[in-house]
């Protein structure tokens, strides 16, 4: 089995906050779909949400501030999987909560060095 990376991206801005009982119910999703994954032996790190804040380096040692609050997609986390092959580390992707706030998963294979 190769390892898979599930990059999370989503417009935050035209993601309602909803309210802390919409919330609760949003990471019971996100932790009963992970669970899923879990339960198959498929997941190698649940990952973690990503912070707002960053830095960019650029070549010659440039170093501006980031992730940049105009660009739509905003990346919000990542999981780690471990599957057969794309297109199966694909379809554990499928029931992710993030879809439902018209966000988007990206699935990478992990090319181990």
Same mark, same amino acid.
């Given at each position: ?5 599930? /990059? ?37 790190? $649940? ?10 380096? $650029? ?15 905003? /990346? ?15 379809? /554990? ?21």
């Amino acid at each position: 089995m190769k390892d898979f990376l599930f /990059l999370y991206r989503a417009d935050y801005k035209a993601a309602p906050a909803g309210s802390p009982e919409e919330m609760q119910n949003m990471m019971k999703k996100w932790m009963d779909w992970i669970g899923s994954i879990a339960a198959q032996n498929k997941l190698t790190d $649940r990952g973690h949400p990503l912070g707002g804040e960053g830095k960019v380096l $650029r070549p010659d040692n440039v170093v501006t501030d980031g992730p940049y609050t105009e660009i739509k997609e905003l /990346l919000g986390g990542y999981t780690i999987v471990k599957a057969e092959s794309l297109d199966e580390a694909v379809s /554990l992707a499928h029931g992710c909560p993030i879809l439902e706030v018209g966000g988007n998963v990206e699935v990478r294979p992990i090319n181990q060095m």
